[in-house]
């Protein structure tokens, strides 16, 4: 973790962090001082995410949640109003990459589960978090994208659409939002990083030729404490 703690006192929600880019930001953002809530569906691996933050001398909290469940979203919503009375960092690091392969030949259900989680999900996920937004003074809402949302490629339709409308999701919230306060948003693209989602796409890569979460996590939880223009993009590169 890191030693500043130039994030002391605010409070960061990250969907995902059961695992892989979420765990590793989830960290980070503990590291500087944040109370992080873990959202994700395996309630195991949120709990060995906050044993490592509290380990570390970190503040962290478990709320599991299926993004697919919108009711659920309100609920957690509801939950860290009670408990919070702002909301200063949202990291929306989760995201369903279904099996790669012709337009022609999408599965429905894999599908209509990625528009689910990496659209509808976010839509819920800033509609009954935004009055705790407006309430941190200092907000940042920071979507994980992929270059497939700009960049079209063959195979990668049904998770790549669901991007590009992720990414005009957050840029239109953005722009609704500009003058109403002090909300940035902003979208990182990781790049190839050493994650379940990268082996199953392309499972014949060796592990060790990419980045590890953390590099992207320490990069997030950074760019939180930043006084960046609002729509801000950025691709996290290897490491020199």
């Not at 894999?110 to 989680?117: C, E, G, L, N």
């Not at 976010?122 to 497939?148: C, E, N, W």
Request: charged content about 20%; overall charge neutral; cysteine-free.
């Amino acid at each position: 973790m890191a030693n500043s703690k130039s994030l002391e006192g605010r409070v960061a929600l990250v969907t995902g962090a059961s695992r892989g880019i979420g765990a590793a930001t989830a960290i980070a953002l503990a590291g500087r001082g944040a109370h992080v809530i873990l959202t994700g569906r395996e309630v195991r691996a949120l709990e060995s995410v906050e044993d490592t933050i509290h380990d570390a001398g970190g503040s962290a909290t478990i709320a599991p949640l299926d993004l697919s469940e919108q009711d659920g979203i309100a609920r957690l919503a509801a939950a860290v109003a009670g408990r919070w009375d702002k909301l200063d960092i949202l990291v929306i690091s989760a995201a369903y990459l279904p099996t790669l392969t012709p337009v022609t030949q999408i599965d429905p259900k894999q599908f209509a589960q990625a528009v689910t989680t990496n659209l509808l999900a976010t839509q819920a996920l800033i509609a009954a978090f935004d009055p705790l937004l407006k309430r941190s003074g200092q907000a940042r809402v920071i979507g994980l994208t992929s270059s497939v949302g700009s960049e079209p490629r063959a195979f990668w339709a049904a998770y790549g659409s669901t991007k590009a409308a992720f990414e005009s999701l957050l840029d239109s919230y953005a722009e609704e939002v500009r003058k109403l306060g002090d909300i940035r948003v902003a979208i990182v693209d990781p790049g190839a990083t050493r994650t379940a989602m990268r082996a199953k796409a392309y499972p014949g890569e060796d592990p060790a030729t990419v980045k590890e979460p953390a590099v992207v996590g320490e990069r997030i939880a950074a760019l939180a404490g930043e006084d960046f223009p609002t729509r801000h993009r950025e691709r996290v590169e290897n490491p020199a």
